[in-house]
């Protein structure tokens, strides 16, 4: 399913808790699943949200390649990133444990960027981050280390594991300050469209509890339960039923 980059563009102005929020109207996945736990932390969260399409690899350094190395797999990456219907996020599973080299540096991430990509998240670690955050490249990553060892891609095109979700090709990510997440592409542009509205319904209790009038729990519950018949009728909007 192919997606507008206009729709991408509009994803991409909500934060990621936001976009979890309005994915859980659509009732089609439990709720503790579908978005990477808190191994993997944004390193930038300063940046705006990243929105692309996965392109997985997997990742080890702690012993010497049978054959090739991470530099000598990135074309084949590069070749992959054409084949994504939109920007590519790429996403590295290093199957080191614990991780004994970065994932990434300056040189990866600045070559990721020219062909296209938005993003690289790992639960390995990453390096060269002054150099990286200085091109606006948001990266993701369960920490850092200063040396690359014996790094390479064991393959790429096939299901990973970060942060303790699955990520296939293709799929659609959404990340900032907070995380990453997956996005169902089948329901990409209906989040889009209501996430706005889920904001707003939101603002029935934020504006209260955020003004300077006296404060009442009687008050508060009253707009709880405004805020409810709001996101309820957001829920009738979304059914599949």
Known sequence: MSLSQATLDKLAEFDTP????????????PRNRGYMDGRVRCNFPELPPMVGYALTSVFRSDEPPAGGDAYGSIGRQLELFGELPGPPVVVFQDCDEPPVAAVFGEVMCSTYQAFGSVGLVTNGGGRDLEQVHALKYPVFTGSTICSHAYCHMLHIGLPVR????????????????????????????????????????????????????????????????????????LKKRVSRG
């Open 18 to 29: 936001t976009i979890c929020n309005v994915i859980e109207l659509f009732d089609i996945r």
């Open 162 to 233: 970060v942060g303790g979700m699955m990520v296939h090709q293709g799929d659609l990510l959404h990340g900032d300050a907070n995380g990453v997440t997956d996005v169902p592409i089948e329901i990409a542009s209906e989040i889009a469209d209501i996430a706005g509205d889920f904001l707003k319904a939101e603002d029935i209790m934020m504006d209260y509890v955020k003004s300077d009038e006296q404060k009442s729990v009687a008050r508060f519950n009253e707009l709880r339960a405004e805020f409810q018949n709001v996101v309820a009728e």
